[in-house]
């Protein structure tokens, strides 16, 4: 498909152990962008990449997240040691440029136990 | 500290009449707004967006009304079709930062045959 995909789309696990979700962009799209959101409440954004620019991380809630992106393409959020508040819904999203509107993915749910 | 507001959670509109979602900010340096809808388990999907310089934008069955003065916007779809039962979120952004949206936390609209 051309969408933006993401996996896993549910991930269950417990807590304390390390995450990885994965986000596969539209092809072409330099701006890549992932969020998060909790039940009832609207995205939170954490982090974004634009091209080789260095990332705006300014999102991300505290060290146990880190997200890279390989090749400006496919990007990687990472969370360790887990922990019950961070039981959401992952979404990513990417868009050909600034101001440009967001194409989004269908999320990972994380549950953590 | 919410710096977009949905203040309705939920709204129910008769299949065929026009449905209104309304949307408040606090930020006045927001200059771009965007209106998407959501299902469940799928990803936010892009619907329509207003800049600052303009008061109205027009899509097919939905416009977009911005009031800069009330630091309000609010989202028509006439005539209203089952399809359109979703969850609506707005979301703003603004420069710099022009990719970091701050989203509302969305109002559920039923549309009932």
């Known amino acids: 498909g051309a969408g933006v995909s993401q996996s896993p789309s549910n991930k269950v696990t417990e807590k304390g152990k390390d995450v990885e979700l994965r986000c596969d962009p539209i092809s072409g799209h330099t701006a890549l962008y992932w969020y998060r959101q909790s039940l009832g409440q609207g995205l939170e954004f954490l982090i974004y990449f634009q091209g080789n620019s260095a990332p705006d991380k300014s999102g991300l809630p505290s060290d146990r997240f880190s997200a890279e992106r390989t090749g400006g393409s496919v990007s990687t959020l990472t969370i360790q040691r887990t922990q019950q508040e961070d039981s959401a819904v992952y979404l990513c999203a990417s868009s050909p440029g600034l101001r440009q509107p967001q194409h989004f993915g269908d999320g990972t749910r994380l549950s953590i136990l | 500290d919410q710096q977009v507001k949905q203040n309705s959670p939920s709204l129910s509109v008769q299949e065929g009449r026009i449905s209104i979602l309304n949307c408040d900010y606090t930020?006045?340096?927001?200059?771009?707004f965007l209106w998407y809808k959501k299902y469940p388990a799928e990803g936010p999907t892009f619907l329509i967006s207003i800049s600052s310089i303009k008061d109205k934008n027009e899509d097919g069955r939905f416009t977009v009304f911005l009031n800069k003065s009330a630091k309000h916007l609010s989202l028509h779809i006439v005539p209203s079709q089952p399809g359109d039962s979703a969850v609506y979120f707005c979301a703003a952004s603004s420069r710099p930062s022009n990719y970091q949206l701050i989203w509302g936390a969305g109002t559920k609209l039923i549309i009932k045959p």
């Open positions: 930020n006045s340096m927001f200059d771009y």
